[in-house]
T-cell receptor, first 115, second 111 residues
Framework: ETGVTQTPRHLVMGMTNKKSLKCEQH?????MYWYKQSAKKPLELMFV???????ENNSVPSRFSPECPNSSHLFLHLHTLQPEDSALYLC??????????????FGPGTRLLVL | KQEVTQIPAALSVPEGENLVLNCSFT??????LQWFRQDPGKGLTSLLL?????REQTSGRLNASLDKSSGRSTLYIAASQPGDSATYLC??????????FGKGTKLTVNP
């Protein structure tokens, strides 16, 4: 496989469930990102990891818990979510934390519905 | 706080027409500006990246311009095709080194 992959592509969960989203990049990049895309709102950065170390937590509620075991994998652990957390969750990677000359490569996203 | 606005929110044009999508940002101190394409239910694909020192970038039928001083960028699509139908997102990187996105313009090109 090439590029950035995300699993599952679709997820329905109750508010008391615990689930995890997985992202894998096959590009040899050192930085990985989680974004949330809600209907009618701009894409929002959630977390940034560089060389497996979290460098950004953009005021995200603790019911979202990221994990980066190595530079190729990124997880988002979900627990006791709210219906307003329903959104498309996108993972991205870049060679390093973005400076002016770099770009991010996005995965296809996980469409999450919280009932 | 950087804010990015895209106008219009939606646009429908007949095939073959040339069109312009607009993006404005509030803080002109940016590192770069990027245009992305997003197909329904899918991730983002980077189309063009303009460095802060550049004024435009071209790729095929796409041309993006940047006017930092006025906080504006335009994406010009020549000879539009039905396959161009998608949501186009503008994003900037500024001092916080985060990508700040606009809400996007949903483009429909009718055959």
């Amino acid at each position: 496989e090439t590029g950035v992959t995300q699993t599952p592509r679709h997820l329905v969960m109750g508010m008391t469930n615990k689930k995890s989203l997985k992202c894998e990049q096959h590009l040899g990049h050192n930085a990985m990102y989680w974004y949330k895309q809600s209907a009618k709102k701009p894409l929002e950065l959630m977390f940034v990891y560089s060389l497996e170390e979290r460098v950004e937590n953009n005021s995200v509620p603790s019911r979202f818990s990221p994990e980066c075991p190595n530079s190729s994998h990124l997880f988002l652990h979900l627990h006791t979510l709210q219906p307003e957390d329903s959104a498309l969750y996108l993972c991205a990677s870049s060679q390093d934390i973005v400076r002016g000359w770099e770009t991010q490569y996005f995965g296809p996203g996980t469409r999450l519905l919280v009932l | 706080k950087q804010e990015v606005t895209q106008i219009p929110a939606a646009l429908s044009v007949p095939e073959g027409e040339n069109l312009v999508l607009n993006c404005s940002f509030t803080d002109s101190a940016i590192y770069n500006l990027q245009w992305f394409r997003q197909d329904p239910g899918k991730g983002l694909t980077s189309l063009l990246l303009i460095q802060s020192s550049q004024r435009e970038q071209t790729s095929g039928r796409l041309n993006a311009s940047l006017d930092k001083s006025s906080g504006r960028s335009t994406l010009y699509i020549a000879a539009s095709q039905p396959g161009d139908s998608a949501t186009y997102l503008c994003a900037v990187i500024s001092g916080s080194e985060k990508l700040v996105f606009g809400k996007g313009t949903k483009l429909t090109v009718n055959p």
